[in-house]
């Protein structure tokens, strides 16, 4: 049995109808937002392999290396918390986008 068999378009609330629109409006918003920020951190992130930064093409230094292990600790777990939210909020919005059209598998 689909889940959302059990909401019928017409049985959709007005306060519903209302607020969805905006709702999707604001989600495919910050969802947009954490995209850009997700790239700008993972460009960020010191590379594991040969020390060369993605931006400047500079080696790193010994001082460089090592000043920022905490920096380095924070962007990866900003990595895996953008990348969850921007996952949990697409599905969030696709949820909206069926029960406001009434969609029925």
Known sequence: MNPFSLINASEVSSF???VFPTLRIVIAIIIAVLALALVVIVLIQPSASN???PITGQTETFY???KGHTL???LR???VIFAITIAV???VYFVTV???TGYSA
């Open 98 to 100: 069926m029960i406001y």
């Open 72 to 74: 380095e600790g924070l």
């Open 77 to 79: 777990k900003l990595t």
């Open 89 to 91: 909020l697409t599905v």
């Open 64 to 66: 460089g290396k090592n």
């Open 51 to 53: 020390g060369v930064n």
């Open 16 to 18: 519903a109808a209302d």
